[in-house]
């Protein structure tokens, strides 16, 4: 019986830390020829869950997670995939009026940081 209550202690804490999954996402967003920041870019997940609650009218509504850059081109992403890791590499949209949009597959794993992107005028 002790062991019995010890392995099932031992399953139970396993899995969750096997849940503890989340994908985090920093970098800045520039303008290929001048290389100056951009400032109040979007960015996106393309493929994984990231929601958020607005108040529209009398009810909550659920819609997908847009990021903006800030004044010198700073972002930071993270998902709310409730500690379910993504079935592949996470991937993101880039876009600003005036510059062609951009996705990209990230394949370095679930902490990217000091990401570079370059956005090429329309």
Known sequence: ??????????????TIVSC???VLV???VIDSDTKR?????FVEFTNI???ELVRATAQNVETNCVFAT???GLFFM???????????????KIRKVGYKTKE???NQGHLITDLIIELEKE
């Open 70 to 72: 800030d004044s010198i």
């Open 78 to 92: 993270k998902s709310d995939n409730y500690g379910f890791c993504p079935d592949g590499p996470a991937g993101i």
């Open 49 to 51: 869950k990231c929601t």
């Open 26 to 28: 920093d970098g800045k």
């Open 104 to 106: 990209l597959e990230l």
């Open 37 to 41: 920041p951009i400032k109040k870019a």
């Open 20 to 22: 503890d999954c989340w």
């Open 1 to 14: 019986m002790k062991y019995k209550n010890l392995i099932f202690g031992l399953l139970i804490s396993l």
